[in-house]
């Protein structure tokens, strides 16, 4: 993290020697990106590349203090570090022609603007109003490189503590595969949950009520969506859900058609014995 404004410059300057040497590299092994050097770099027993990212936080500070050696640092490894595993992302809250130049917006396709004061400062961002008129708290406009056509999303809060979690996450994952232990020991790399207490939630609400459309499809012999959302009050999300629960269980059937009910399938045996006994304890209480 550099914060010192007189070390930026050189910062970009040495982000800019990496690139170029990276080119010599491939040129001198012959292969045309970094994807290319990673695959045969084993072979060859070299160390593969890592890939670096670039965050400048406030670009209007930078043009203020070097105009010209920022532009010409941030238009180069926007145009060629790309191959050489080396990304720039740029943000700036003064969204001007002096700070968002013409030559830097011509070499990032892929921009996104939060709701800004008036339109101009609309168009220097995405060429096109709009983003005046955005709510705030995330709302956003994104332009993507591939398309010309704006999109709308919602941008989520990410704490500190979350930041943390996923980075040590990824530290995790880094010193595992630096280990290079075997395959038999290692296993496949597997997602793990960043936030387990929300799927917690989910799996109880869902096991919550897995009881009672196990009653229900059984008490009506048909099952479907509409019916789990018309008897226990759910979503079209959750009661579609809830099919596939009793689907995995064994409870009903396969889904014949958007329009068919699904079939209710017999319990097992073992379950219809305990439901026997059950009745049988019932009744024998009932005599006492």
Known sequence: VVVDIDRVVGTLKWVTREMDRRYDVFARVGVRNIEGYNASAPGRGELPFPYLVVFIDELADLMMVAPDDVERSVCRIAQMARATGIHLVIATQRPSVDV??????????????????????????????????????????????????????QGCWVSDPEIERLVSYWKGQALQQAAALPPASAGPLVQQPLWQEVEDEERDEGDALLGEAIELVRAQNRASVSLLQRKLRVGYARAARLMDLLEERGVVGPAEGPTHSREVLPPPADEHEEEVEAEEFEYEEDEA
């Open 100 to 153: 968002v130049t013409g030559l830097i917006k011509a070499n990032f396709p892929a921009r996104i603007s939060f709701a800004v004061s008036t339109q101009i400062d609309s168009r220097v961002i995405l060429d096109a109003p709009g983003a005046e008129q955005l709510l705030g708290r995330g709302d956003m406009l994104f332009m993507p490189p591939d398309a010309s056509k704006l999109a709308r999303l």
